[in-house]
């Protein structure tokens, strides 16, 4: 490798890299430049990137629409405060979401993260109910291989048992953790829960149909509507948390779309922007909007982070929906995962591989363990590719419109480097 940039090693003593042992980390990729999904270092060495920047880059980088608009609000407007103040693109965008999801889901608040829109996810269920004048509700529900965010409030509500956050376990809100209703004892065990403990619930929080960040885990339709059924029944709100699956990610715009789960609360990053600037939503159902509309002061939601509906990332946002409407970028997902169970699909016979799933535009080889994921890694980027595997995942989640000659290559890469295990 030739000398890195003046940048380097200086801006290195001072960076805190996330979910990383930086004393043993391998010395992190310098990036210069991105395109299309290709990722350029600054030893000019390219790479055919697998994970779309923890899944936001639908489009590929740099697309030349999202550029053109993110360049015209630039000299417009970058940002204004959303206190007393409101402006185009936050307003198209929530109507567009709007129009976009469930018709009784009909109220967008912006944040700028996606642990920030579970967080206020979570307030509003809260509130919802305090609102109400029903005291007491003041757990959620949640399911084992769930991942939900960083912060303490959605840590609380991420599986115990996954490393990420289990340091914190004695001090975080005791939630319940549950097993998702998949088979006769866990559907049994999820009724008896929620019958038992529905005064003491504000909502079910669930990622449907994919797991993501708790090992790209899947479950089907039945699973979620019988997760509905009994949230309704209970009159528990349901919280469905589409950061990860929105956007096309599991086959259609939403996950909760395929069975017409209808939540009541649904939260959106990730993919929202087109994998250009922060930006996050949860948007809310006229019911819950209506137990804060009141002459009361005190019933409104008291939430609002400083950089919320920032212009900039809204044109990201309406720019990346006018991708989905104007190109056939689910089609698109579909095929690339066709290509990626065909190709994949030859690692079931490699040694150590338990698992290969398909869904929508997610791959996912699963092996019974990885014992150096450092070396793992580095084995992808020799190979030419950018693949993060985690625990004991190897996963794609590329650009929805990936090139098939790119897409072949990462999967290729997969088969290649696990072969040699
Ligand atoms: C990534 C993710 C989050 C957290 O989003 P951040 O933007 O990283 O805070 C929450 N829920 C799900 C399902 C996610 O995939």
Redesign the pocket.
């Known amino acids: 490798m030739s000398a890195n940039p003046d940048w380097y090693d200086s801006g290195l003593n001072h960076i805190w890299l996330p979910y990383t042992q930086m004393k043993t980390m391998r010395p992190p990729l310098a990036a210069v430049r991105t395109h299309g999904s290709r990722i350029v270092l600054a030893d000019g060495r390219e790479l055919v990137d697998g994970v779309g920047s923890?899944?936001t880059a639908c489009h590929g980088y740099n697309n030349p629409h999202i550029a053109e608009k993110l360049r015209q609000q630039l000299d417009r407007m970058p940002h204004i405060m959303l206190g007393g103040l409101v402006h185009e693109p936050a307003l198209r965008l929530a109507e567009r979401l709007c129009a976009l999801l469930p018709s009784h889901l009909t109220r967008v608040f912006f944040s700028d993260?996606?642990?920030?829109?579970?967080e206020v996810a979570m307030k509003m269920a809260l509130q919802y109910h305090l609102n109400a004048g029903r005291s007491g509700r003041t757990k959620f529900v949640a399911f084992k291989g769930?991942?939900?965010?960083?912060?303490l409030g959605?840590m609380a509500v991420c599986d115990p048992e996954e490393g990420m956050h289990a340091l914190f376990s004695g001090i975080l809100n005791q939630h319940f953790i549950v097993d998702l209703p998949r088979d006769e004892r866990s559907v049994a065990d999820f009724d008896a829960a929620i019958a038992h403990h529905a005064d003491e619930i504000a909502a079910i929080i669930v990622?449907p149909l994919v797991?993501?960040?708790g090992g790209m885990l899947f479950h089907d339709e039945q699973c979620l509507m019988h997760v509905r059924d009994v949230a309704r029944r209970h009159h528990v709100l349901l919280i469905a948390?589409?950061?990860?699956?929105g956007f096309g990610r599991t086959g259609p715009m939403f996950a909760c779309d395929v069975c017409d789960v209808v939540p009541d609360i649904i939260?959106l990053?990730?993919g929202l922007s087109g994998g250009s600037l922060?930006l996050?939503a949860t948007v809310a159902s006229s019911e819950i909007f209506a137990s804060f509309w009141s002459d009361d002061p005190g019933l409104a939601l008291m939430h609002g982070p400083t950089f919320m509906g920032n212009a900039l990332a809204c044109a990201a946002a309406n720019a990346s929906l006018d991708l989905f409407e104007e190109e056939p970028r689910l089609v698109q997902g579909a095929e690339a995962g066709k290509t990626m169970a065909h190709i994949l699909g030859h690692a079931l016979t490699l040694p150590g591989v338990v698992d290969v799933r398909v869904r929508g535009c997610i791959g996912v080889v699963e092996l019974d363990r990885i014992e150096d994921l450092n070396s793992l890694k580095q084995a992808f980027i020799e190979e030419g590719v950018f693949v993060r595997p985690f625990r004991n995942i190897v996963y794609l989640t590329p650009a929805l419109n990936i090139a098939q000659d790119e897409l072949e290559k990462l999967c290729t890469a997969i088969l290649t480097v696990l072969q040699r295990r």
């Open positions: 923890w899944w993260s996606g642990s920030v829109a579970v769930g991942y939900h965010g960083d912060t959605t990622e797991q993501g960040a948390d589409e950061i990860f699956t939260t990053g990730k922060p996050a």
